[in-house]
């Protein structure tokens, strides 16, 4: 199985911050990253698929770059909505498995 | 609107059986696979099961093969998971989600459930 490992597990920030989460894979899985945000007690949301690619009405403050085993999610200026956590997926391989989470937090 | 309506889901004790439920509507369901995701109480997400759009291949996290089963009714517009020997990790909320296109997201999970809880316990 391929190990999804996000840092860091948790963020402090203030709005209009710029911020960066890394998701380093197992091994080599192309570009077949995703993010997904979750806000508490929702669903997930998809916010960009294939490492760099933004769902339909996802900001453009958010960006994700990477290939490989090495990817990151930047948000340019935090607003108070992007308060939440963020997760990394893999769907290159079966069992398509999650980071453990980022959790941002307002400082 | 393109929505998955979850139902099923409750508190049952642990060797137990639940079967969950997940409705779509809004795109042809037929044309997707979809897969189930759960999230323990203050934890993270963990791939479950997929099953693809015909029904013809179906995989399991290693911790639930032997013991849960999902399955598709395309003439329904419905997925399910049974849940047979349950045990208290299995608790967690459940999620269902639509797989978009391998050749458009590389099988991005696009959509998602409202979510359904599962507490295992005597």
């Known amino acids: 199985d391929i190990q999804m490992t996000q840092s860091p597990s948790s963020l402090s920030a203030s709005v209009g911050d710029r911020v960066t989460i890394t998701c380093r894979a197992s091994q080599s899985i192309s570009s077949y990253l995703n993010w997904y945000q979750q806000k508490p007690g929702r669903a997930p949301k998809l916010l960009m698929y294939a490492a760099s690619s933004f769902q339909s009405g996802v900001p453009s403050r958010f960006s994700g770059s990477g290939s490989g085993t090495d990817f990151t999610l930047t948000i340019s200026s935090l607003q108070p909505e992007d308060f939440a956590t963020y997760f990394c997926q893999q769907t290159y391989s079966t069992p398509r498995t999650f980071g453990q989470g980022t959790k941002l937090e307002i400082k | 609107e393109v929505r998955l309506v979850q139902s099923g889901g409750g508190l049952v004790q642990p060797g137990g059986s639940l079967r969950l439920s997940c409705a779509a509507s809004g795109f042809t369901f037929s044309r997707f696979s979809m897969t189930w995701v759960r999230q323990a109480p203050g934890k993270g997400l963990e791939w479950v099961a997929n099953i693809k759009k015909d029904g013809s291949e179906k995989h399991y996290v290693d911790s639930v093969k032997g013991r849960f089963t999902i399955s598709r009714d395309n003439a329904k517009n419905s997925l399910y998971l049974e849940m047979n020997s349950l045990r208290g990790e299995d608790t967690a909320v459940y999620y269902c989600?639509?797989?978009?296109?391998?050749?458009?997201?590389?099988?991005?999970?696009?959509?998602w459930g409202q979510g359904t809880m599962v507490t295992v316990s005597s």
């Open positions: 989600a639509k797989e978009d296109l391998w050749e458009v997201t590389g099988g991005a999970f696009d959509i």
